[in-house]
């Protein structure tokens, strides 16, 4: 709640947008209904989210009765994964290496359900390797699953081609969009995929609310069972006002995309000619990225330590991936790209947004210099 | 959003209070972290977040980390049937005749895990046969679910001897107290019960939030699986605003809940004296009931239509299950307690709260009247 430090950790979460909060108020401050309700006030929250369901679609280029709307992308991707393979008869889950904890750990937990869970390796650059893929294909396979761009490294993936490799194939393909979508243009029906999870706080939405797109033709069976709201695939009370606030979000984020774009990735390339002079070794950086994310190590310095360091001089940066749980582990996105442990032990994200400045990355190079220098005086006098 | 329609469906949904706004507003205008952030932003995001736990906790008489959030109470009905059968070796599996879908549904999808699912009759009073539940009880049962207050008819369960009976024949008991929480005392460790459901929306709080109870000696699997957040038991991004609003609706509830008891008892006997000279049957009346619901039915008559037709002079009320899908099947509650079918076709429930009058009241009870001699006079041209 502090507004002292910069804010510079835009790929964990974002503050809400105002424009945001001002859609969902009504909904918070007057009487709503449930919208399952037949009378007055359950009609008007139904048409107030059917509303909201139009405008997601219209951001990702489908059809409205392709959303689901979920508590989060862990529900979407968990949805996508234990749905989809519930309904087909076992074969192999093909998964990148570069995958979140919500996709990696539900294929995991398929695994005494006999499906045989298979990665697809990355390149130097964090991007999944597609000669790879098809021959992992071979073997017969139900589902693949493989993120849109990197939550870490911010290296977007070729999902598109992937996804012609898979049809090919017979297989189904799911992508984890949550860190692409509103950063760049995301349209599920060019991707040509079968299932796409997207969320709302990292756009500017409200935290507990995301989406599962789902193409018509697939058959996927519900992760929670109940009274059959959306259209019996998620039941449970729609989240009326956080789902009017994700559609705000979306479409604020789709209508600023291309300026965005242009000033977070200036910030980023002052941010990364900054850590270049510091010696930094920078992740996937002849990978087409996000604009707005750098992920980065200086040799021999501990990412953990940095960020730590950074923290108490006013800079909120990750040490790899703020979605998952406490762990000194180096980043597995780090270790499939073939870095050693000792370097991805290093690893910081800056991740931006549009209310960052030029200023701020000044101010945060200066204070990086600063904690290097000091963090390796430290280390000269323990060696 | 119409404020001129008196809202008597207080058991679909309530609308959020104001001082629950208030409590969430600064997770809203205001940057926030992600709670699993090491930076000042996640630290403040985690500090709210357990403070929340703990008023939560303190609500229903367990420790904070008894405490494990969800997207509501589907999500932790869906939790405690499928994550607690999913780390036992299946055997019967025994609900009530009157759990909601999201109990009902869950249960029915474990079947083909060789879960046998077996169900508990009620008396005429819609309350849980005792003998009933001891003589099914005498199979290998892994896990029994009854609600504490049933959602249509108020109906309040004997879940407390419910749980010595599971007990003494080796099987864990969960309880959907989704209906009972903030609206009479619900004491988790007095009910000797293994896992507990709540919910936010139902008691002033956000739509979007709720919670598992789950006693620390029980295996419980997750049902959403990722960055490791809850202790592992419920991944995804914790829903901070919602979570804190959550728990300050629940200490709003305790706090006002002998008062409240009192004021809609007395509304619910204005309302019931009227429904007696209508000529209403009133449904479960001799149980121990929630002071706020009365459901009941008018003979000959169609609540679906008695409901649209008090819609449009201006009273919300519900026809039955506001929280399942469209459905023209009379409530199974009803069929469960040997209402017969023509007479469940009837019913209506009226759900109310303290934000409720006796003007109210009066003026629902004229309004009734009025629909039911015009129908009635629609009928006997019809016939």
């Known amino acids: 709640m502090t507004t002292q430090t910069a804010f510079l950790d835009h790929n964990s979460t974002t503050a809400l947008k105002p424009q945001v909060l001002e859609a969902m108020l009504p909904w918070l401050t007057q009487p709503t209904g449930n919208p399952t309700s037949r009378h007055v006030?359950?009609?008007?929250?139904?048409?107030?989210?059917?509303?909201?369901?139009?405008?997601?679609?219209a951001c990702v280029g489908v059809?409205?009765?392709?959303?689901?709307?979920?508590?989060?992308?862990?529900?979407?991707?968990?949805?996508?994964?234990?749905?989809?393979?519930?309904?087909l008869s076992p074969s192999q889950l093909l998964i990148s290496g570069i995958e979140h904890p919500c996709v990696t750990r539900p294929a995991q937990s398929l695994a005494w359900h006999d499906w045989k869970v298979a990665t697809i390796g990355v390149d130097s650059q964090g991007v999944i390797d597609l000669a790879q893929a098809e021959q992992a294909l071979s073997a017969r396979t139900g589902l693949?699953?493989?993120?849109?761009?990197?939550?870490e490294t911010g290296a977007i993936q070729p999902v598109a081609e992937l996804a012609q490799l898979a049809k090919a194939h017979g297989a189904l393909l799911h992508t984890d969009a949550v860190q692409a979508f509103g950063k760049i243009d995301v349209n599920m029906s060019a991707l040509g995929v079968h299932a796409m999870t997207i969320s709302?706080?990292?756009?500017?939405?409200?935290?507990?609310?995301?989406?599962?797109?789902?193409?018509?033709r697939v058959d996927i069976a519900p992760l929670l069972h109940g009274g059959g709201q959306e259209r019996g695939l998620r039941s449970g009370t729609e989240n009326v006002a956080g789902i009017i606030g994700f559609a705000q979000a979306a479409q604020l984020a789709m209508q600023s995309m291309a300026s965005r774009h242009t000033t977070v990735k200036q910030l980023?390339?002052?941010?990364?000619?900054?850590?270049?002079?510091?010696?930094?070794?920078?992740?996937?950086?002849?990978?087409?990225?996000?604009?707005?994310?750098?992920?980065?190590a200086i040799p021999n310095i501990e990412g953990e330590t940095l960020v730590?360091?950074?923290?108490?001089?006013?800079?909120a940066?990750?040490?790899?991936?703020?979605?998952?749980?406490?762990?000194t582990e180096p980043s597995h996105v780090l270790l499939a790209m073939g870095?050693?442990?000792?370097?991805?032990?290093?690893?910081?994200?800056?991740?931006?947004?549009?209310?960052?400045?030029?200023e701020e990355i000044t101010q945060f190079l200066a204070a990086l210099q600063q904690q290097v220098q000091r963090l390796k005086g430290l280390n000269a006098v323990a060696a």
Do not use: W, Y
Request: aromatic share 6%.
């Open 41 to 57: 006030f359950g009609r008007n929250a139904r048409e107030a989210l059917e509303l909201a369901r139009k405008q997601i679609a």
């Open 317 to 327: 940066v990750a040490s790899g991936s703020a979605c998952s749980s406490d762990s």
């Open 339 to 358: 870095i050693t442990p000792d370097l991805a032990r290093g690893a910081v994200r800056v991740s931006l947004s549009d209310s960052n400045t030029s």
């Open 63 to 87: 059809q409205a009765s392709q959303v689901v709307f979920t508590s989060g992308g862990t529900e979407a991707n968990n949805f996508a994964i234990k749905g989809i393979t519930a309904n």
């Open 200 to 216: 709302s706080h990292k756009i500017g939405g409200p935290i507990g609310v995301g989406a599962l797109i789902v193409d018509k």
């Open 268 to 296: 980023r390339d002052q941010l990364e000619s900054g850590l270049n002079r510091l010696g930094a070794v920078i992740f996937a950086q002849q990978a087409e990225r996000l604009p707005n994310t750098s992920f980065f």
């Open 308 to 315: 730590t360091a950074l923290d108490k001089v006013g800079f």
């Open 144 to 151: 693949v699953s493989a993120m849109l761009a990197n939550n």
